[in-house]
């Protein structure tokens, strides 16, 4: 999975929003492409049990030979940004408009959508590079063929299944609903390595929490939770859409690729498993530093009042033995300062006062740590 | 979407009850009037395939015509406050009282009612402009007309579908049904800018929080938090409401608008979505700033404990020989300050537990931030 | 709804019991007057489309003529006081006794039984005046009659059904499950104007709650909470049983009335949403307050930091100055105390010492309010 | 209810453990005696419509003549601590092994299994004497018998059920099943004053948290809050228990006990609102004790600030004229000490700074209460 | 159950990944063996109805004979090490490669899934030795096999099933579904010791934390709610697991099986009761280590506020009549210095004083404890 890494967004709340460009109050099926999305390369790979073939076709016009030609044909396209391709696509694939918008509008949960002849499905795929970025991925399933939209974001997961598909394995012999499961199933495993990350980012997390519980430490605590977030948001409804490829019945997926799709369900099983571990230990790991912090306010709290409390007394003895007033003037005006013990006795009673007070304070259990 | 902000109003706890009019007890399907109701203003488009006409008809019984002549007429009811008129709209449409009832009494959750002859569909439009501010839209649905109530809020989110049945677009060539659906759509449409406002306050917040924790910015926090509330209160019916019209067997929705009515629903859930996300986001803010507030604290105790605990033992022994016990009474008294060497003694000695000091306090790691 | 307000009880959790009188062992079926409970008075509404009766019978057997005459018949029972009466009652409209158990039992749940001939539907009524109190309405429908009992609460929400009755309004034209219906939504009704009350409160605390977030104003909140833990559990039962009302086949309801009754399961649910923001709000309310002395300490502390620091190093070195060093011992014992500036020389260093500490605090923020 | 109070035990972590013997891998329906089980004691009530036999069997080849002879029998088991006794009924009775290894092993959840010709029932009591103590109740019912066994628990909830066996009531002429219902409802009814003890815990513990927000206090909401934690486990299975048996076809319940269990199950109800209504206000003290200790601190907080804050000041300009410089050495060395109105002005001042002060903090509201 | 404690593996977040070996893209069904997984150990036990054989096979070639010859054949597999034997093993069984993949790939969660011919179950095994272990147990069943795979941890929880093979004991007679039943128990059974541990851990860490709130006793509290946390991923889905073992139709599984198998899910659901009573114990622990912090911050506070605002005013009047103004230069330059009783008033002062704050604490309760 080459990364490129040219403009990877961070999912900040205002940017959840930045790529939805239709205006409020856009007729339902209007394509509306955004203004940064890139220009799209179409790749195609078209093969039946023995052959495959890899063209980058210059139009939408070629697919079609080769759509006749295979029994399954599978066209890619990298970025949302010609308006016209995406029409002559949806002309071609006879795809609703309804679907066609919601490829361009990429803010789509994962989700299928049954339409006349094809099978809609939306999937996001995500990648971490400092910062997390996401994009859509569309997936149009029909008898012959599978579609797939991808966005802005470098590099994608399907690297495993041009190779496979170069090399004629096993795959070329079956149809285009296991092969949109393959392209389903290498979506979510690269959901692995980077919750594999988050584990990684969690642990150190707690190593900084306990050294120093500051609000550096617990900015990244907040950012890794909002990255879980994130995540949920892409794993959870991609749960429910494969269930109801998997259930609801459906001429395209064979019952053959049924058995594959309850593997892919398991996979999504498992990463909400790992993924709502992850977001409990996030929120441990939040709690963990307010008492962190609480304990080390206490910590200092204690060493402040012992050194205060001792000494408080003490110079306030001092203090007595400092005023001026005039022995002279009076017998009663400080006689101690003329006794031949005077001071000698004022330190013995600062002493006795001192040792006092530390014995009062390890009783009560603020002197062993 | 021209905004003319007359009578926007927050909405706090108690307003939440201010347009409740009918006292406790009123006999069911009763119309009464809100005292601070706009007079209303009668808005009818009627239109087939081939034609649109727009009017503003001075009396209900302009409408008729219109029914017969036209396969949809739409008629927009923007003001609540003139009973009459309600009753002959009723009469006019067969409207039932109950649902009348509930037309004027604008506290209701969106929700679908089936009633003989037409469908009672109640949705919510929310405004922010400095504060949050909502009205009822109410919207009958029959064979061949939409009847749409507005309350006292200045403009609406049904522009651009006026601007299109002017326009003649291929809505003209639909029915009530699809009208209804694109009113519907029109209006959760407007959530989504409304939401986006709210994402970048959340974001300005979040920087706040961590510049200055006062008590300020936690209620700006406390304020954004409330509006989300009542955000949901309007947007989580909203998706039970359309769920019904999708699912519930009903003569008057055609299969071809459940399609549409589809795409409605995943607006819905988007935005409960994002919604939940800006609410897990402002509960997250809350706790930064308690946490930040927290450790403020314990910044500030630490430069307190550590000044304190340097010069309070310090300034005990400057008091020390600061007292006046008479070196002359007796050779015990004080004999340091006439030793030679007392004062840069007496000075060192404090250097050394200044020092000392520092240094324990850098072991315990409260010196480095 | 005239209010007596003669022994209003606060809602304790030790109060729930107060009104269990049969001990625990009795057999089902038994009716255990509580000692405290008010004499019975009994009024009879009969009516038909016509005409209206009202009258106060002395004993239940004047009751029977009316039930023969009219097609409607609504005894309101008001005080469990009296076992013979309830008994008599029973006997009369052939009530099971477990029901009638319940109706002495005053600790029921909203809730709707099924019994031969008759429907038993449990609901709460509840006033405030100071503190919330509570009583227990069951109401019997059969096929002419309706029966309901109350408790000790002085008035009930009855009055405006009342009204319509004397005045022969369409409601008389009806039969007795319509009857019981406009009870019910009297009942619901009244629960209204007690959550506009709370919300009042809600404001009036936010504002406490920033002046002087003290424990008396916590008390408040909590004391609010508690009460509207109180109003949930008399409204979510009562929604569950309006909706079996509304959904479980019964031959004693008619279609029309369940016309009504959608209307009144409305009317539950957005009372449950009111009472479920405000139970949101009063949370926040509670963080709030936990907030607002959290930065109140805070801020004292910044004070106290601010005030003591500058001044802990300068009481520092005019103790040393004060210290009584001879330096006619020794050239090395304070020599400064001759010199010609050491006096302004020593302000001028205190001067820069606390001038500096001013400028490191405002550098970290401390100052800037 | 006579309590002997033997061996109660707290409900602590550690011991729900305890009473399990029968070691991990032991075959499944083996009857593992705990040691410290108390040795059983039999008592047999075998009645008809007209007579009731109560005798204390020696073996447990007495009770089948009783079988014989009467329609119902009730054994009734006190203490599981013979191994011969349990495998003799259970041949006696023809129970399922599995259903019998359940009675000894007492750390089962209220449950109902179906047996071929007897339903198995677990039930949990509870008793409260400083601390709460718990009992498994297992219940078997037959065509013709009610078999129960009670662990080592002093008293049980059965007085009344057997009073009235006693005394002969209606209860004699009902079925096997009544008589099961009347036993749980029993067991159920006991929790009613339980629950009562609880709540006036709670009321006295508001007051003391307010008091005196100490560890202790703290600690006695905790062990509520433990107690509570029990008692859910105990009614809350006891409701889905109750709800099969009255749900679930069984030709062993008849309809009219159907009737009667529906009342058992409003029961439950009613103790887990009861029991969740207390859990609620549980949390709520706990956060009212931390709220209470940190209102406190900030009580004490700011009155050592104000009183610091103002001395801080003065003492520093009592310390500036402490000190020693030599007015003779040079007229800049403190002249103000032989001015003739330094004094009065040095009293001044103080004055006006500390008054300054109190004005700034009045200012700010710390004065006020 | 003979412990070896080889290689325990904390269950860190970053530990949940590292037994995934196959890289993301790999294609379905593949086996991908982890290069530190222990070389296989096959045992087999075959039996019918009298006789018990237990080998150790060489290759998985000598199986099959057991398999013809005996009605059950139990292979177990201790160690996921040697392809080359779990396809052997997949040939000679019949088992599908997805469900292959699954073994090796042991970060499965409980399941079970039906394939043709044979059930495949997979269960997690949990060993505590200072820290928690886990491994994942893969159990297939078909007509007249079970067949188990463990990974790497020592020991196993299925020692007692083995020995009742060895003697012979009823379980002979009975089919591989029963066989598969006895293991799940046997793993289900040995979560009970595990929950013991727990259940003693947290009580003395209740004394712990009450002991002593410090970060220690904080990070003990943690561990064991992480702990915690992986036994709820472990016990919760194997409830479901067993759930549709129980409820799913399935020839393999007989009718009298599946009573044991309610028996065991009856298990998994007292596992459950007690996890999450835990959990709650170990949330209720963290909450009492915050208060306790706070709490002890409160007490240390208290202590310095009360010696502080006692002696700072009396230290100021002593540094008052420190100060060197010179009586003989004006009459108003401190001639308290000379008064007769000057000294001993100023004493009495700062007596009164002191009296009068202790007084003043005394009556806001912070002297009393």
């Known amino acids: 999975m080459p990364h490129r890494h040219k403009n990877l967004h961070r999912l900040s709340p205002a940017r959840l929003f930045k790529r939805r460009r239709a205006p409020p109050g856009t007729a339902p099926g209007t394509i509306v492409v955004s203004p940064d999305a890139r220009p799209p390369i179409l790749t195609v790979f078209a093969y039946n049990g023995e052959r495959c073939v890899e063209v980058q076709p210059k139009s939408v016009a070629e697919i079609r030979e080769h759509l006749d030609k295979y029994p399954v044909t599978w066209v890619n396209v990298d970025g949302l940004g010609d308006k016209q391709v995406i029409e002559d696509l949806g002309k071609l694939f006879r795809l609703h408009p309804l679907a066609l918008e919601d490829v361009v509008n990429t803010h789509q949960r994962p989700k299928v959508d049954q339409y006349e002849g094809n099978l809609f499905i939306v999937m996001r795929m995500m990648q971490r590079n400092d910062v997390l970025a996401e994009e859509q991925v569309s997936i149009f399933v029909g008898k012959n063929f599978v579609l797939t939209f991808q966005e802005n974001l470098p590099g994608d997961s399907f690297g495993p299944v041009r190779q ?11 149809g285009a609903d296991y092969l ?44 890794i939770r909002h990255d879980l977030l994130a995540l949920r948001r892409a794993i959870w409804p991609a749960r429910d859409a494969i269930n109801s490829l ?66 408080i007394p003490l110079t306030f003895i001092a203090g007595v033995y400092g005023m001026n007033f005039d022995p002279d003037a009076s017998p009663w005006n400080m006689p101690e300062l003329r006794w031949d013990w005077g001071y000698p006795a004022t330190l ?20 062993g740590r």
């Open 164 to 174: 496979r598909l170069r090399t004629g394995g096993p795959l070329t012999g079956k």
């Open 180 to 223: 949109a499961y393959r392209l389903i199933d290498a979506i979510l495993d690269s959901f692995f390595p980077l919750l594999e990350q988050y584990g990684e980012l969690l642990e150190t997390l707690e190593e900084a929490v306990l050294a120093r519980a500051d609000v550096d430490t617990l900015l990244r605590v907040h950012a």
């Open 246 to 311: 998997l259930r609801d019945p459906n001429a395209l997926i064979q019952s053959e690729t049924r058995l594959f799709l309850r593997d892919a369900y398991d996979h999504t099983i498992q990463l909400m498993d790992l993924l709502e571990t992850f977001r409990e230990l996030g929120s441990d790991l939040r709690d963990l530093h307010l008492t962190s912090t609480s304990n080390r306010l206490s910590e200092i709290m204690k060493v402040l009042t012992i050194i205060s409390t001792i000494f």
């Open 348 to 367: 013995a009673v600062m002493f006795v006062i001192g040792v006092s007070l530390l014995f009062y304070f390890r009783r009560r259990g603020w002197l």
